[in-house]
């Protein structure tokens, strides 16, 4: 493993710990079956779900973004 | 050529030092797994309100500032890691190919540690269910052993996952980082209570904004600014402090601070800082478009005002505002040290067909939803816009080998059994379908569903391919995704863009199985088509399956 492999475990990581912390903020004590986590049946009009959609477009909307960037530094 | 011994011990003894580097990296991402199993199974059934009921010093410490606390802890964490990135990085190379075996020895004892500090832990967690918590007189006792025991049991796994020796690395390497990550953790928690003093202010200014926009249209019927309340004749909303639109604001901020940051050398200063006021100055202003908009739905449907613009609005203009301005911004010369030349080569961006039909799928699918309570009345509209966005890319599309294999079938109709066997059937979710479609015409009942088999067959396994296995995949092997060969197995890339993918799709569990499956189905020739023909395969079953027994919440 070099450096860039290591950068991409953390990176992938924080990822992966911000989508949990930002979901389990929607709902992370109202668990009824941890095939549905995260839910959250104390406020219902707010639904995880659509938490995770608005982070799916940033992550991805970000990504082509950094893409346009490496096309640029090239 | 036969190896000389020489050449045989040196094969053989580097052989074992990379199966070591390997066992450890291994051993470390195991013990983060259990963590994460750890505190997910100790904070659910946590529940200190035995203590919360005492009035005592600790209440105040531990509850009223424990969102405090909890923010300082992240921000301190997240800011030392960003300041000492190169360090932490080195030291975890240094650590794991460190040649001398007695400090991960040692590790197995700290683990040993962990255990034992666990066992009382998880026993205390248990004893708050019980009846005989309420009986104990002085419950912050029990609440100051809990805390004190979850404090070691942080510091033993920290001990057990990686030797002393990096932790040391780490804080004698950067010695001032770890200060300065506690001052700014304290700072920002200070200033984002001294901005909630704002919150009355711009609370104020937002409901005034949103009150013009009603006016203007002839529909402010409701206003009542000492109650925060505006609404046309039929529905109206109060406005809460939260909604003030402060939230969105800094979060704006901190998106375009980390782009300032990371693109320091591509955008021209002190132009660029512009973007700040002005992302702000947005982000009030659509917030307040937002609130007038609730209310003017809600005058025609309540439910659909409620249950869909309100939950997913925020995102969708939070996501406008940041993205639409980077992608603007970076295109203007007084803005972004850039030229014709340059515009011309990133326009050709090779990553577009892998996520542009992605992006327009989501961002669509968050619009219908905008507009639907509980049943997506207008999903027909995700298949014109995924088909439109994949026709964008149609000469780069037909450049790829479209081919299918039985294997990959196969692997499509094993995904769908573990599908049936791990994603629970929620049967208020079918109701509310049945419902939606009973409510359509013969006509539109067909198209839906029409649209739905068409969504699930074709569009929805290309587009999220393409995302998943054509470029995150490659992605996380290395940054130029370009470069590599599709079907080039790593660990990282396999685990990573499965979890990504399982996430996404909301059955966490089922859909990282269904990402590793689709993987497999690509490794197997290296041919992207395969792993489309895969999820198309679990897809049509699924459909045939949720049509004949009306289990919509499988398609939900």
């Known amino acids: 493993m070099n450096r860039s492999d290591l950068s991409r475990w953390l990176w992938l990581a924080g990822v992966c710990a911000i989508f949990l912390i930002v979901l389990s903020g929607h709902g992370f004590a109202a668990v009824d079956d941890w095939r549905n986590w995260p839910r959250c049946p104390r406020v219902p009009e707010i639904d995880p779900r659509l938490a995770r959609g608005g982070l799916a477009l940033l992550a991805i909307g970000t990504l082509v973004l950094i893409e346009r960037l490496r096309l640029r530094r090239r | ?556």
């Open chain 2, 1 to 556: 050529m036969a190896a000389s011994p020489t050449m045989l011990y040196r094969r053989l003894t580097r052989t074992s030092a990379q199966s070591s580097v390997r066992w450890r990296q291994l051993r470390s991402a195991a013990l983060l797994v259990l963590l994460a199993a750890e505190v997910t199974a100790l904070t659910l059934p946590f529940d200190a309100s035995a203590v919360a009921a005492s009035p005592t010093i600790w209440k105040h410490l531990l509850f009223e500032k424990a969102g405090d606390l909890r923010a300082v802890l992240i921000t301190w964490s997240a800011a030392t890691i960003f300041l000492t990135w190169p360090v932490v990085r080195d030291a975890l190379l240094d650590t794991f190919r460190d040649p001398d075996p007695a400090s991960w020895r040692r590790c197995r004892l700290w683990f040993v540690a962990h255990v034992m500090v666990l066992a009382p832990l998880i026993a205390g967690t248990a004893l708050r269910g019980t009846p005989q918590l309420g009986e104990v007189e002085h419950p912050e006792i029990w609440l100051g052993a809990w805390l004190i025991l979850a404090m070691l049991a942080v510091v033993t796994w920290c001990a057990a996952a990686l030797p002393l020796q990096f932790w040391i690395r780490w804080v004698t390497r950067s010695p001032r980082a770890f200060p300065i990550g506690f001052a700014f953790g304290l700072a920002t928690d200070i200033v984002a209570n001294w901005l909630k003093a704002l919150w009355s202010a711009l609370a104020f200014s937002t409901l005034w904004a949103s009150a013009a926009l009603l006016s203007a249209v002839n529909r402010l019927a409701v206003y009542d600014p000492q109650n925060a309340v505006i609404g046309t004749s039929t529905f109206s909303v109060r406005v809460g402090l939260p909604c003030s639109g402060l939230e969105g604001i800094s979060l704006v901020c901190g998106y375009f601070v980390l782009y300032l940051w990371i693109c320091r050398r591509e955008v021209r200063f002190p132009a660029a800082l512009l973007l700040l006021p002005l992302g702000a100055a947005m982000a009030w202003i659509l917030n307040a478009v937002r609130i007038a908009a609730l209310v003017l739905l809600g005058s025609g449907n309540r439910e659909i005002a409620l249950r869909g613009f309100h939950s997913v609005a925020g995102w969708l203009f939070f996501n406008l505002v940041v993205l639409g301005m980077v992608s603007v911004s970076s295109r203007l010369s007084f803005l972004a040290r850039t030229d014709q030349e340059t515009e011309r080569r990133v326009s050709r961006n090779p990553a577009g067909v892998y996520l542009v039909p992605l992006f327009a799928m989501i961002t669509i699918a968050m619009l219908t939803k905008a507009f639907s309570a509980d049943f997506d009345t207008y999903y027909p509209l995700h298949i014109i816009v995924g088909l439109g966005a994949l026709s964008l890319y149609w000469n780069d599309l037909v450049r790829m080998r479209w081919v299918g294999s039985w294997p990959a079938v196969a692997i499509g109709a094993a995904v769908f059994g573990m599908w049936l066997a791990l994603v629970p059937r929620d049967a208020g979710v079918d109701v509310a379908v049945a419902t939606g479609l009973g409510a359509l015409s013969r006509l539109g009942r067909m198209l839906w569903i029409s649209s739905r088999l068409i969504g699930a067959i074709f569009v929805a396994p290309i587009v999220e391919e393409l995302a998943f296995r054509g470029y995150l995949i490659r992605k996380l092997i290395a940054s130029d995704f370009q470069s590599v060969m599709p079907g080039r197995f790593t660990w990282l890339s396999f685990l990573g863009s499965s979890l990504l993918f399982g996430i996404l799709d909301g059955h966490w569990v089922a859909g990282t199985l269904a990402g590793g499956a689709f993987a497999l189905a690509l490794y197997r020739r290296g041919e992207l088509s395969d792993a489309i023909a895969a999820h198309a395969s679990a897809n049509a079953v699924l459909a045939a399956y949720v049509i004949a027994n009306h289990s919509w919440s499988l398609w939900a």
